[in-house]
């Protein structure tokens, strides 16, 4: 008598439904279930949908915490993020479980690098609010000597501050309107990159003091947490600008609406904030030298596709043990 054996197909929970082509890639393969909604899991969603898991893809509003992990059984291998930052996922605990932490490394970086310096020219320039300027019909006199006069973006200095993919790819952008790029950050660069990217590595004192744009693109830890706060930002020139599109938590935001009240400095973009999403009665909303967007900076058709499909490849690679994995802990497993 033929015996038929019954292969049960592994098990995989989507926080989110993201653009594809993830889902079809991971249904393919697996038994998937979605939390299809616009908002992210509560907490306890995220408790329920985690449970007999072989693989979980979640975005960064998903906490994974050593609470969330508690209730993943004995099957989960991998948790795919679908982002470059991870500072949503307790690394530390996914290791001591032999869970594989995943990411979609450094894919966003040109989109990111692109809102970047969108913010650089939509904060010096004003532009925001000349458009609420004009559509609140408050442009009655045609051309001003002096409406909304900004700061020249070229021939200035920009700081950044950490040199990664990001970083760099915006220290290039840089290059284009004559700027002199100086940076800090973890790892000083070969010189012979230095020199490519024409950036020169300053002290972080320099960075501050010298900056008339900083740029923030380090990641998201115990180190940089509240990284800059009001020392930091009593040493910059009054004159300059802050912009972040890394992680809300690296700047104290009580500090910097201090600073922008008190025009230590002369303005800030944030695309990121300690807590997502910013609440109506924030006190940085009531800033006007302050540009908000709502955590943007990865957010075109064609990088939110490429995150898709490389947040499930990492997914079925550790399931299927069958290629490279974009991981920040295989080597500690
Ligand atoms: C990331 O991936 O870390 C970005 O912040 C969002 O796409």
Request: net charge positive; proline share 2%.
């Amino acid at each position: 008598m033929n015996s038929i054996s019954i292969v049960k197909k592994k098990k995989v929970y989507l926080t989110r439904k993201i653009l594809e082509p993830a889902s079809s890639l991971l249904a393919a393969k697996y038994q998937v279930s979605i939390h299809d909604s616009i908002r992210p899991p509560t907490r306890l969603e995220l408790r329920k949908g985690i449970r007999n898991m072989d693989g979980i893809l979640c975005t960064l509003s998903d906490k994974m915490d050593k609470k969330v992990l508690d209730e993943a059984g004995p099957n989960l291998k991998v948790i795919s993020s679908y982002s470059t930052g991870y500072d949503h996922i307790d690394v530390t605990e996914a290791t001591k479980r032999g869970v594989v932490v995943a990411t979609t490394g450094d894919v966003l970086a040109e989109a990111t690098a692109d809102l970047t310096f969108a913010l650089i020219l939509a904060i010096s320039r004003r532009i925001v609010e000349a458009d609420k300027f004009v559509r609140r019909g408050a442009w009655k006199v045609g051309w001003m000597p002096n409406l909304l006069l900004g700061s020249n973006v070229h021939n200035s200095t920009l700081g950044v501050l950490g040199l990664g993919r990001i970083g760099r790819a915006v220290a290039r952008r840089a290059k284009g309107f004559k700027m002199e790029v100086i940076y800090n950050s973890r790892h000083r660069l070969e010189e012979s990159l230095e020199a490519e990217l024409g950036v020169t590595y300053v002290g972080m004192n320099e960075l501050l003091r010298n900056s008339d744009f900083l740029t923030i693109h380090t990641g998201l830890n115990q180190d940089s947490t509240n990284m800059l706060g009001r020392d930091e930002f009593s040493k910059m020139k009054k004159s300059s600008y802050l912009i972040n599109t890394a992680r809300g938590g690296i700047v104290d935001e009580n500090d910097l609406a201090e600073a922008l009240r008190k025009k230590w400095i002369r303005g800030a973009a944030l695309d990121t904030y300690s807590h997502e999403p910013l609440t109506k009665g924030n006190k940085l909303l009531r800033l006007s030298n302050l540009i908000v967007l709502p955590h943007i900076g990865s957010a075109t058709v064609d990088t939110r596709t490429k995150m898709s499909r490389i947040a499930a490849q990492n997914l079925i690679n550790v399931l299927d043990g069958s290629g490279p994995v974009c991981s920040v802990n295989t080597n500690d497993i």
